[in-house]
Each structure stands twice: as C-alpha cells, then as structure tokens.
C-alpha cells in the first residue's frame, strides 16, 4: 500500500482541544493504526462519501467516535460524534468540512 497522507480537519483540531489527555492518547494511537491499516474500522454508509470509517472511543466520561474519510491517498480525520445520536449528524458535520476535504 502506498503511503497515506493523515490531516486532521481544523474542525477535528478545535474539538480535540476540548477533550481530557487520556481521550486524546487514543486518537492517537488510533492514528496509529489507520496508518498500517486504515480500512481496519467499521465502514459507515454517507451520502456524499465512499469511503467514511468510525472508530469508537470510550473515555470516562461519554462514547464517542471519530469519523474519518478516504479521499485518494489522503485519510481525512475529520470530526468527533457523539455516540448517543447514532449517525444522525453525519451529514451535518461533513457540510461544515466540505471546504477542507476538496
């Protein structure tokens, strides 16, 4: 596989700012883990996106996920969801990026 490009979303950036230093270890390491493998999380159905993944995150506190995106041979991380609303503002989140994933 050739290499990947990582970027997170400033969208991503500011709400990562908000999160405890054990939260942000696992976005992290999960990082990581995309950059060996990034199709190896769970696939998620988007209407504007082919290849949109969630990973699921667990601190203390709430679940959440982090959605990020394939775009030829750049890994998009682009925002955090809270796991209590399912999927539901998917789409939501991804008009606020659209600028930055084009």
Request: glycine share 0%; charged share 40%.
């Amino acid at each position: 596989m050739k290499d990947l490009i990582i970027k997170p979303t400033k969208f991503l950036i500011e709400q990562v700012k908000k999160l405890d230093n054990k939260t942000k270890k696992i976005i992290y390491d999960k990082k990581e883990l995309i950059k060996i493998n990034p199709f190896r999380y769970k696939k998620v159905h988007s209407k504007n996106y082919n290849h949109v993944f969630s990973i699921r995150l667990s601190s203390e506190r709430e679940a959440k996920r982090l959605i990020y995106v394939i775009i030829r041979d750049i890994v998009f991380l682009c925002f955090i969801l809270d796991r209590s609303k399912g999927y539901k503002d998917l789409e939501k989140y991804f008009k606020k990026i659209e600028k930055e994933l084009n």
